[in-house]
């Protein structure tokens, strides 16, 4: 006999779930990858490497399968792996680490930072992000009790409000949430930008928790500089790092964070009954990576920085306006010139994925406060450049005829 449906449903529970969890829309990747899927477009949105890392990790890590055994390692990481995280902080950032006691191994940086939230943060605490934002903080900062105070980044270029950010700071504020290199802008904040912010810190007594996982992906002259190395601001500083952007394996989810004993304690809590541990075969082999492959993630800023210029220059020609940024893998542009009357960026991206066959990241998505930017999108180029200009050629074929004729502009921009 068929299922009585009726039953089943009088049968399941009709008692609330997580309000925040059940309230959450479908993120705007997943709307954008499935688009993507169904018009076989170019999918420039979702932020991953086409290329990946050294051959020499993926032998490492299948070879410590049968030479290492297969169970639970330490929840804080195999030595090799965080010796080796804080040889990578003193050679890098010039930052000391103690191993043994101010290390972390996580399921990626996403679990690191889930975890820090939850053992860092109480009910009523107030968390200041910059907008727009990975969006990952709000939701595991909000579960966590706290409540977001976001500092919108000026356009074009992202800079800090300073002013605005000063005034941000409270009685209630427990931690400034910084990323840098930046997701979704590509900026790096200036060293007067990290001072001011420590300076704040210090003041008022606030913790910042440093989400630096693109920190090799720099270029343009630019120098990643993290916050932790300023004085004053080891001892309150939670620093994060990733193999899945250091070494694009994304796959591998294994991810690290540094700082004080005294804030690890309570992150190492929550990282215990969130995961408890990572798969050790793949630590063993990003402690290779970290400790003798830098010239792979050394090269990755100027790989990225010759395939920005070549996108920079084709969207620029095309009519596209392009922000300025010096890291990560993300470029910013703006729209205008192709909305048509009443569409905003969200209606341009999903038109550009179904009719002209390229797939990008409406910013507005990132935006935490009210009246978001929405004429912005994101695009990813760390793709291969048989897939950058195959997008090219398809940007050409749809938008120069709408820019030849004028069309397709609307009033106020």
């Known amino acids: ?32 990858s499935k688009l993507a899927m169904e018009h076989s477009s170019v999918n420039l949105g979702q932020g991953f490497p086409d290329a990946e890392g050294p051959e020499t ?6 070879k410590a399968m049968y030479d290492f055994h297969n169970q639970y390692p330490s929840l804080l990481g195999v030595p090799e792996l965080r010796q080796a995280v804080a040889r990578h902080s003193l050679a890098n950032q010039g930052i000391p680490v103690d191993w043994a006691t101010e290390t972390l191994v996580t399921v990626g940086a996403t679990e690191g930072l889930a975890a820090c939230f939850l053992g860092l943060l109480n009910p009523g605490d107030e968390v200041i992000m910059f907008d727009p934002m990975y969006d990952s903080y709000v939701s595991m900062a909000r579960r966590s009790g706290a409540a977001i105070v976001p500092v919108r980044l000026r356009l074009p270029d992202f800079s800090v409000p300073l002013e605005e950010l000063a005034a941000a700071v409270g009685p209630q504020t427990k931690m400034i ?7 979704p802008s590509g ?17 008022h007594d606030v913790i910042a928790l440093c989400d630096e996982v693109y ?27 990733s193999a899945g952007k250091t070494f694009s394996f994304t796959a591998w989810k294994v991810g690290w964070m540094t700082g004080p004993s005294r804030l690890l304690n309570p992150i190492i809590k929550a990282h215990q009954f969130l995961v408890f541990t990572v798969p050790s075969s793949l630590q063993r082999a990003v402690a290779h990576g970290l400790d003798r492959e830098s010239e792979f993630y050394l090269s990755l800023g100027p790989t990225l920085e010759v395939k920005r210029r070549y996108l ?25 010139k192709f909305l048509r009357s009443g569409e ?21 998505g990132f935006y935490v406060g009210a009246n978001p930017p929405t004429h912005l999108v994101r695009f990813c180029y760390c793709k291969e450049d048989s897939k950058l200009e195959a997008a090219v050629e398809r940007l050409k074929a749809y938008l120069a005829p709408a820019k030849a004729s004028g069309g397709g502009e609307r009033e106020g921009r």
């Open 344 to 364: 905003d960026d969200v209606a341009f991206a999903k038109r550009l994925t179904v009719e002209g066959g390229v797939t990008t990241i409406p910013i507005s």
């Open 1 to 32: 006999m068929p299922p009585d449906n009726g039953a089943a449903a009088a049968a399941s529970c009709s008692k609330p779930l997580n309000e925040l969890f059940s309230s959450l829309p479908t993120t705007i990747f997943e709307v954008m």
């Open 215 to 241: 920190e090799h992906l720099v270029f343009g002259g630019a120098k990643h500089i993290s916050l932790r190395s300023l004085p004053g601001m080891a001892e309150r500083c939670v620093r994060l790092g």
């Open 57 to 62: 990790m993926k032998q490492i890590a299948s």
């Open 312 to 336: 920079e220059r084709e969207l620029a020609a095309l009519g596209f306006g392009v922000l300025p940024a010096h890291g990560a893998y993300f470029l910013v542009a703006d729209v205008s």
């Open 187 to 203: 900026k790096i904040f200036t060293r007067t930008e990290l001072e001011a912010i420590a300076d704040l810190c210090i003041r």
């Open 177 to 183: 949430m910084l990323n840098s290199p930046h997701n």
